[in-house]
């Protein structure tokens, strides 16, 4: 049932700390929210770019800190740049990660991510998906992989790796796992009534597209122990006509509630309509900060667990009213980018992050330089410099393709090798 915490008659202060239904705690109500950094090292493995860009995060202040996607499957990356962490893995090099995390007090979680079909075509993988249906990108479609959509058996090998992720993170030194289940990857897209056309038992009616989740949770806790957090994100909505809407989300959020979850965080969009950036393909403004809040305050009433929400997030008053929303926990994401310190800050100034502003006519573009600039940020970082705005747009988002084509380069051959060895 909602805990006191959550639904309080006085709203929390941002520096409360919360405790979790597992009994874990959160020093403050606020997280880093999960960015895709592309620091891979060889073997898609973690190193000292990832322990120094988390230690800078974890002196910023943020209760929770919860890390850019990490896969659960080698052949299923969102990017070159991408972590892979599986049974078998090495775990020195995330264990390291996780004691260089773990230096300001917050905890820190890993996000287990399939990207499902969203792979680019230069990885060379398929792009797995509940149904073979293509992504909707125009133009920029030929750079996506082919689509193939996955069977019953290869569908219950996806749970069984997102098991064997979450029970690596913990062996590590994690405190806890986020499931995602948001912005178009595969536990989205058998969400999804436009991605998910599936006849079987994983597909129809909400309660069948939400099967693999639902199986993906029991799966992870079953492994989890009873101080290990397991949280989930999920779209307040996809924001594509006839996609996921916010009655799927408040059915699925039904399903979780019997589940046991310990946080549930509320995005929303996909590569085909990127809300996360502020822009939706159904014609929906969110051009504000707290983009999802209206959503989220909507569905948290619902939520037997607390929910976060995250989306544009820069200013110390707009996140005062998230929480007086009902919102237990404000996620911040490029804002921690260009002012990793913005928690500290918070606790005595109205500090705001402003990240470089990218205008460019062509939407897509400009999207794709907004990323590159807030990557370039953390590139930084984890290099022990510190984000500036006195950046190019177009220069980094030219260098962020070379860089992108380099490590592609190194993941075909650590591919290559992997696959031989098992021969």
């Known amino acids: 049932m909602p805990t006191d915490s959550m639904h309080a008659q006085t709203p ?24 895709e950094e592309a620091l891979a090292e060889e073997g898609q493995l973690p190193g000292i770019g990832s322990q120094k860009l988390y230690r800078r995060w974890a002196e910023g202040g943020a209760g929770l800190l919860i890390t850019g996607n990490v896969m659960v499957a080698p052949d299923a990356l969102t990017g070159p740049g991408g972590l892979v962490l599986e049974a078998g893995t090495p775990l020195a090099p995330y264990a390291a990660w996780a004691r260089a995390a773990h230096a300001g007090g917050a905890r820190l979680w890993v996000q287990i991510n399939h990207p499902g079909r969203q792979v680019f075509a230069a990885l060379g993988n398929p792009g797995y998906a509940p149904s073979e249906v293509a992504l909707d990108m125009g133009k920029f479609g030929k750079h996506f992989a082919p689509v193939r ?29 986020q499931i995602h289940a948001a912005h178009g990857y595969l536990l989205s897209q058998f969400l999804s009534p436009l991605a998910n056309r599936r006849e079987d038992g994983y597909g129809g009616p909400i309660a069948h597209r939400a099967r693999l989740l639902i199986e993906v949770v029991r799966a992870v806790k079953a492994v989890a122990g009873p101080d290990f957090a397991v949280a989930v994100k999920l779209n307040s909505a996809d924001f594509q006509r006839g996609g996921f809407d916010e009655a799927d989300a408040r059915a699925v959020i039904g399903l979780l509630n019997a589940e046991g979850i310990d946080l549930l965080e509320l995005s929303g969009g996909s590569y085909e309509s990127p809300a996360m950036q502020g822009r939706t393909a159904d014609g929906r403004t969110l051009a504000r900060e707290a983009y999802f809040l209206e959503f989220a305050q909507d569905l948290a009433r619902l939520a037997h667990m607390p929910v976060m929400t995250t989306g544009g997030i820069r200013r110390r008053a ?11 926990v404000v996620g911040l994401g490029t804002a921690l980018a260009y002012e990793p310190d913005l928690p500290t800050q918070w606790t005595t100034v109205e500090a705001v992050a402003e ?23 953390l590139r930084r970082m984890a290099s022990g410099d510190e984000p500036t705005r006195n950046v190019s747009p177009f220069i980094t988002l030219v260098l962020d393709r070379w860089r992108a084509s380099r490590l592609t380069k190194r993941y075909l051959r650590w591919r290559r090798s992997a696959v031989a060895t098992q021969r």
Not at 12 to 35: C, E, F, S, Y
Not at 318 to 328: D, Q
């Open 318 to 328: 707009v996140a005062e009213h998230v929480l007086a929303s009902g919102v237990a």
């Open 149 to 177: 959509a996955l069977t019953v058996a290869e569908i219950a090998g996806i749970v069984r790796r997102f098991a064997d992720t979450a029970r690596a993170a913990r062996e590590a030194g994690f405190d806890g796992v």
């Open 355 to 377: 990240p470089v502003a990218v205008n460019w006519k062509n939407k897509a573009i400009s999207g794709l330089a907004t990323m590159a600039l807030a990557r370039r940020q």
């Open 12 to 35: 929390a202060a941002l520096h409360d700390p919360l405790v979790l239904p597992n009994g874990q705690t959160l020093k403050n109500r606020i997280a880093k929210a999960a960015m």
